[in-house]
DNA sequence: TTTGTATTTGCATTCGAATGCAAAAATGCT
DNA sequence: AGCATTTTTGCATTCGAATGCAAATACAAA
């Protein structure tokens, strides 16, 4: 039984060969088997640009689909040293605004072929945790829209892994960012409220170590004071809801002699705990005693009970260009780093209106 | 197997070995020549529950720490067959239930030494891809909290995942569920509502081919007639803030003659857009002249614009009993199925009142 | 047909950690 | 010390796919 060993097609003689364990996976030889062909020629199949003919890949395919096979991804990732992966870090504290980010990037991704392993960082030691992770599964790349430092950053540099940055960078340090500079957008905004007659405004921040919020309430400030628009009124929050409830109050309280006509959010989410402050505890009607304005454009800002004035993000072209930056960087990890700056949008809201006399 | 260059016998020819590539992520057997051991015992120094010294565990600990030697997950994958990956399915639409339920979980994950791996499904085919991606991964497990088709969660039987059910499962086919039966709950509110006076209700339901919906929907109308409140109008929404609204309208128009003087939503969201059409369009006073209710008990329905009563979901019990299933069925999959069902609370809110006379 | 070139295919090895088995070392017991 | 027993350690192999290289084939030109 001279078998030519080129066409070594499964036949009846062939009793030593074990017959595809019940629920064990296919793998690329037993595909080769049925087949009657070699595992490379499988390999090869599965690997878009391989030299094949079309007669193999046929037959290939057809055994290939028989067993149910799809290469494994992790076999797959030691040789290759490419895991497909990309961990995605975000904050999982309730600021709506990261959910909306998070199911952009993960559809991004899973477009250009990559999973989105998913990491939820509330302080220092979680990021440490996640960088540690991240190494151990091998990612290709890391998406952070979460608190980062720079000594964290410099152990994955270090490692060489591509990190993107969503709306956070390092000033004194080359990164690669994708960042939403709404100074544009802030002066117009500022413009509009200033001609709606407001002199007096009070500022709700985020954390101060936020380079987010360090950013838009430097660009707030600057744009008021330009229009002559006095902050008599100033408060630290979180960008939670309950913080721009109790922001309001200490602004207030601040302001005792009279309350700002208008209060500018350095996020949504406080902007709408303002809001319900204002309008349920402190009885101020919104926009006609008190007009509020926010950042970032979450989808709940929209809805009728808020209406909300604020300057949004393009999350979704942000997101795209995340993914396509951090693709770049794994292809080719050497070349310069690059920070793509996108504007905002003003969206009117019914959350402004003109100033109380 | 030839001349395996791995040899584990310091020599003189290993001496020039390649000192560690810059760069180059340090392997288990870099560990073993700078610490002087073999291969086989730095892999059991990063694995718990194995034989080994103290004096060894100190050395390689030592070698390990100097290279920053991290084992391979994908590499330990591969030989292990556990990928110490779950696939997380969660719907991509803005239900914020599901943020919530997906940041839960991901924590429970990897308090279990688990990485969620994150899919977002919006349809049929989405899920289609989601199964053979899940494949590839070679994911330990899968929770899902999508929409699948009973055909496809047999080819996950089939290939043996072991899948947890999130508030979803199929009545004639075993499977693992943890799920959330609000009947008591409902029966406890509806009584609140039959009290306050309420005897003409509309409901807005979910999508028909929702389980959850269904589920609700029927305890709900049961309970309603058990308390002879009658069901004068009732749409279907599909779970979003919008389909709230129109769903509103749609009573209206149902009820030419006479509004109901309550709408239950069958979840949050819906009775969140439900109550912001009542009052921003149809100029209907919440609860005054409309009583509204929902489910779920998502963070937002407690804003102070919202006060939503409401039904709740454990889901931080909810999310760790799914982990804790997961993990189970992984370690024995051939342990009989469970279904682990959890109570709801209800959630006093401003959204309820007397009915008008 | 023969020769030369381009394309396919298979072989053998590789990625990095885990593990069964046997050898070696440490420990206990008399 | 001698021997039995337990614990540690190393060797060699394994997981499943990718790939450099060489062999085999198909194709083109002479």
């Not at 064990?24 to 030889?29: E, F, G, L």
């Not at 391989?50 to 046929?58: D, G, L, Q, V, Y």
């Amino acid at each position: 039984m001279a078998n030519n060993p080129r066409k070594n097609k499964p036949s009846e003689t062939d009793d030593n060969v074990i017959p595809l364990i019940k629920g064990r996976r296919a793998t690329s030889y037993d595909v080769a088997r049925l087949a009657g062909v070699s595992q490379s020629a499988v390999s090869r199949c599965f690997k878009p640009g391989s030299s094949i003919s079309s007669k193999m890949r046929e037959r290939v395919m057809k055994a290939a689909k028989e067993l149910e096979y799809q290469p494994n991804a992790i076999a797959r990732g030691l040789i290759t040293q490419r895991s497909n992966l990309v961990a995605v870090l975000v904050s999982g504290r309730l600021n709506l605004y990261y959910p909306e980010v998070l199911f952009k990037i993960t559809e991004e991704l899973s477009a250009a072929g990559l999973r989105a392993l998913l990491f939820t960082v509330e302080n220092e030691e979680d990021t440490e945790m996640v960088i540690e992770q991240a190494w151990q599964f091998q990612v290709d790349g890391v998406i952070s829209a979460s608190h980062m430092s720079q000594d964290q950053y410099k152990i994955l540099e270090k490692r060489q892994i591509p990190v993107v940055f969503f709306n956070r960078y390092f000033a004194d340090h080359p990164n690669t960012v994708v960042y939403c500079d709404p100074a544009e957008q802030v002066n117009e905004l500022v413009a509009q409220l200033s001609a709606l007659g407001h002199r007096r405004a009070a500022v709700i921040t985020g954390p101060s170590e936020n380079m987010v919020s360090r950013e838009r309430t430097i660009r707030v400030q600057g744009s008021l004071a330009q229009f002559g628009i006095e902050i008599v009124a100033q408060a630290q929050g979180d960008f939670t809801y309950e913080s721009g409830a109790s922001g309001l109050q200490e602004i207030k309280a601040q302001s005792a002699d009279a309350m700002p006509s208008l209060v500018i959010c350095i996020n949504d989410m406080m902007a709408m705990g303002c809001m319900d402050e204002a309008q349920s505890v402190l009885g101020l009607s919104v926009p006609d005693e008190l007009s509020i304005v926010g950042f970032d454009g979450i989808g709940m800002g929209q809805f009728a009970s808020y209406e909300l004035t604020t300057i949004r993000q393009p999350i979704g072209r942000m997101s795209e260009a995340a993914v396509k930056m951090i693709t770049d960087r794994v292809e080719r990890p050497d070349q310069s780093h690059e920070k793509r700056v996108f504007e905002g949008a003003v969206i009117p809201g019914g959350s402004i209106a003109r100033a109380p006399t």
